[in-house]
């Protein structure tokens, strides 16, 4: 396993991160934990970038130098996806088909299911497409909320973007402005819950910095190295699910400690 890169061990909780190993009753400890864990798709969940390879696929080649303007910072993701799909001749059939070819790495509904056993929230955070999310999570029979760009046919072969997720506070002129979900409140006891994020890309970077630990890959573990994120590199869902299972295990069995030390004073 990776090592935890963090920031600092001067609180009891990331020394337990640090020293404690699972015990095999994981489960129990972990619970006492909840957590909400925001998802990345393109890239995280799924095994590539759907968006980019539906642009190779049925947009006109100009995709790529509005991609090179969003790259250099002279536009936001909001206006670059836009003025992409806009380039898109693509029959509802044709996507369709094309959405079907896409896999997700076999380990997320695994992670899916014993995360949300234990009571932890998932959202899945996209600054993709609303129709590839849902096709693709509903044909893996994977119940996980989602949001993401929509994707509007108007007709023919021709598409539109519209962003329900949009701010315009957002600092990084997003589609879907991800740090707008980073804080939540578990749905039965109204107590925050430690923000997981699970992610590889530019769109990531700023909810990075909001979490209580990152699941990195891709650029963004670079950003988190560069900015010095508490977080986990992983490669698969497999291991993301052992990283965050101990990193819970350790973080409730300190927050124990913590009780018992308070209740002996």
């Not at 497409?129 to 046919?153: E, G, S």
């Amino acid at each position: 396993m990776r090592g935890l890169k963090r920031r600092s061990l001067r609180d009891p909780a990331a020394r337990g991160r640090q020293q404690l190993k699972s015990t095999g009753s994981s489960g129990v400890s972990i619970a006492r934990v909840k957590c909400r864990v925001l998802l990345d798709f393109d890239g995280t969940i799924s095994n590539v970038d759907t968006t980019d390879l539906l642009l190779e696929r049925f947009a006109a080649p100009a995709w790529r130098d509005i991609e090179e303007e969003w790259k250099a910072g002279r536009i936001g993701s909001r206006e670059c996806m836009l003025r992409q799909i806009d380039l898109v001749r693509a029959t509802p059939a044709q996507m369709d088909a094309f959405i079907a070819g896409v896999e997700i790495d076999p380990g997320f509904p695994r992670f899916a299911q014993r995360f949300r056993g234990l009571g932890h929230t998932l959202v899945v955070l996209s600054d993709g497409l609303d129709r590839t999310i849902r096709t693709v999570l509903d044909r893996a029979d994977i119940d996980v909320p989602y949001f993401a760009n929509h994707l509007q046919w108007l007709g023919g072969d021709r598409w539109r973007l519209t962003f329900p997720h949009a701010k315009d506070t957002c600092t990084t002129l997003a589609g879907n402005c991800k740090c707008s979900f980073a804080e939540g409140r578990h749905r039965e006891t109204s107590i925050r819950e430690i923000t997981i994020m699970v992610g590889d890309g530019r769109s990531d970077f700023c909810v990075a910095e909001r979490a209580d630990l990152v699941l990195a890959k891709g650029s963004l573990r670079e950003h988190c190295r560069k900015k010095d994120l508490p977080h986990y590199q992983f490669e698969n869902f497999d291991e993301a699910a052992a990283l965050l299972t101990r990193w819970l295990d350790a973080r409730g069995a300190a927050t124990a400690h913590e009780g018992a030390r308070a209740g002996d004073e």
